[in-house]
């Protein structure tokens, strides 16, 4: 595809079929048809023909009665999401969205969410649509004239709410948006340049990579974001050298929270699936949430595709297939020591979140107790490494590092990996960000250390940056980070950087902070109620974290089913949402995490009644618990700090006021 992909390219180029309007009204039917089918890279079915067959014939009669001048697209890309809209038409002064039914009577729910979607996936991600007005309108070709008018609701962006309408209504539907919006007439010739720009969740993000796009393609570029690309090839290339110089490698590659980490090391797996390839790549984590949702993610689009080309394939066939992408990393560890003697098919291993690998003490544990393997005493980076170090040729470790981001007992930080390559592997190159000194990763002594040997290369390329979780505002990882800090000052400042484009609210009210997350939330922008693991006093808010979720459902489930995110009754904890996002997020704040102007005191409820955690290293797991949490949200978020019971001696006003008050002194805006 070349550099930039599809972001590159213009408009016309993601469509099957494009015209201007008049050029349309002039084309018969079998000219129309025969591009539609030639630009399909899948083969065409004859349902799929009768279907582009009747949205011509409507959009024939709507645009002849239209009189109004434009453009039409036909079957317009967008990968982000990995799927097409049925119509895209620009006329006048506004962008339409058309999603046929085509022999539907009714409007579904999911048929307006995915209209929705798409309207703003455009006016997200697409440049020169950023400041168009944009019309999503649902038509079932069976429903009754029912004359419908365009709703008057325009939210901020532009985007209008969607509408349904039937074939006979579409033209005053549209004449109805043409009055209604108003703005200048588009120029079709620079609308078309327009750069596609996505940020995907990395649910979208592997999904699009495993459906074989790059990460090009489905990455912003723009000038204030880090390219993710520079850093893929960053690694390519360290991965091609070892191989032709037949050397052993380890890759730190260090990222801000939402960087694209993950995404960075998916797109090096999926480059390379062929098991029979020397380059066959594997993508590991010890994150089990993650590992599970992006395989039924992946999965459940396989089938979902498979159909849409009249294929069949169940569920169970499409899970098999796609689990060779992605793994647990404990699996790969079983296996190494299974077949202790001989070198894993794969010579490059990335292991994903790699400062939460176990140290020594807690894989031996682990090892002792749930394999019965007594006479384990290594930590995890140590013999992963090893494993890998058993191929004769060349080998390539690249570790995924988050600043911050360790929150179980037992994770090492990546200062187990150096000291394991200091120690017992002085034969192995060294590649490694210079951020790696930077505090939150912990590895500055060792890192100081180990820059005294020869093989040690440093390369900025090898650092994410800029926070791409949320495109709306970059800086959240910083602000959170300033308050996480008690950096008061700091993070007014960030605050006041990101206040119009990325919405925090705060708030002592649970139900108040629900509705606010359901009035925020458009199409299937996902959102959901997440809390630390430690807060076991919510329980009177309806909030139990001794309760297990069950993430798959939680992150992937539609809004009418009870287990979903959507509902809002399940909440989720940092270790079922760390390497994950929402689009919006509801943190709930309990007394386990509380403010003081002297610092932050760390709490665990035992029994009846709070105990302070004193041993340094839990506190600092429990503050990464809050930084993971307030680090989700792609869109905005609402904090929740309730107000306490003063019948109630586990939930003292007194515990939670001094939180609330120093959020509210950073400047976050009250619900209230």
Known sequence: MGEGGLQSMRAVDRAYYHATIAEFLGHGDSHILAELTRHSPFAVETTQVAAWSEQVDILRRVFGSLGAPGSVYFEFTVPRVGRRIDVLAVIQHVVFVLEFKVGESEFRADAVDQVWDYALDLKNFH?????????????????SSVMSTLTARRDEDGVLRPVCAAPADLGHVMRHALAFCDGPSVDIATWESGRYSPTPTIIEAATALYGGHSVEEISRSDASAINLSRTSEAIAGV??????????????????????KTLVGLNIAARHMDRDAELYSVFLSGNGPL???LREALARDKVRGDVERGGKRGLTKARKAVETLVQNVHHFRDDCLADADRPP?????????????????QT???MRQKRGRSDFDVSEPEFLISCMDRHSDWAVVVCLVGGGQEINTGEAGISEWIDAIMRFFPHWRVHVSPKLEDSEFGAG?????LAARADVHLNADLHLAVSMRSFRAENVSMLVKRVLDRDTDGARQTLGQLRDRYPISLTRDLAKAKTWLRSKARGSERYGMIVSSQAQRLKPHAIDVRVDIDPIHWFLDPRDDVRSSYYLEDAATEFDVQGLELDWACVVWDADFRYTPQGWRHWSFKGNRWERIKAEQRQVYLKNAYRVLLTRARQGMVIVVP?????DVTRSPA?????????????FSTLE
């Open 364 to 366: 031996a544990k682990f």
């Open 643 to 647: 107000k306490g019971d003063e019948t």
């Open 291 to 293: 590992v599970n949702i």
């Open 127 to 143: 440049s020169t649509t950023h400041d168009k007005a944009v019309v999503p309108v649902v038509v079932a070709t069976r429903a």
């Open 445 to 449: 002594e060792v890192l100081r250390k």
């Open 655 to 667: 515990f939670y006021d001094a939180t609330f008050n120093y959020l509210l002194s950073v400047g």
């Open 239 to 260: 991965i091609q050298d070892a191989r032709a110089c037949r050397r052993k490698v380890i890759c730190f590659v260090t990222g801000v929270p939402g960087a694209g």
């Open 345 to 361: 098919i794969e010579h490059v291993a990335l292991f994903d979140e790699a400062q939460r690998a176990w140290n020594r003490e």
